[in-house]
């Protein structure tokens, strides 16, 4: 049997401000500081070692997995961090908030922006300041990687790569694996290793700072999937 912990990031600023995040580096808020020491405390008192951690190139993920793995006493653990497990690319909705969205363009619109797998947001133009192509942590992608919107199903494209080729095969060398990330990210993970439906995956929400506990056999089939308490 084969075991991966998935953990969304703790509560972040514009979590608690209500504000579409996606790529935008937010720090995490005082809340999302003790979910994230939590969730250390929690996988520290349920017997959890890691061999080996995964997070984004984002800080509330980054900080999230660090104040875990304090908790845990496990900050000496290889982490590798990768741009393929951002949050999903909000493009022209990040910054906005998200009930003054919903009274601009309506409940509905917003809805399928936020949890329908086909639907994208409105797109950035490539010379806005929140176009990542100006930011030095990603001049390593292609301008076909960098996105300008993203929906959930190209969310899963690129998150993808990094679970078949990196993630998976940590787990068939029987290490033990912690994924720190995000909402999206880790939703359209989900949808893949539970053959999620799209009208599934609209009902599925993963709260902040709760370490997802997802047992696999050796073909990476879904046995059992459970939230640490
Ligand atoms: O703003 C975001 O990037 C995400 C996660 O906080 O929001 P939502 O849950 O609306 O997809």
Redesign the pocket.
Known sequence: MLKIVLLRHGE?V??QEN????W?DVDLSAEGVRQARQAGALLRQHGYRFDVAYTSVLKRAIKTLDLALEEMDQLWIPVQKSWRLN??F?GA??GLN?AETIARYGAEQVRK???DPLEHPPALAPDDPRYPGHDARYAHLTARELPLTENLTETLARVLPYWTETIVPALRRRQQVLVCA???SLRALVQYIDHLTDAEVTQL?IP?GSPLVIELDDDLNRLQQYYLT
């Open positions: 972040s514009w979590n504000r579409f995040t996606g935008t949050e999903r909000y909705l990040q998200k922006w936020r949890r995000h909402g999206n929400d902040t």
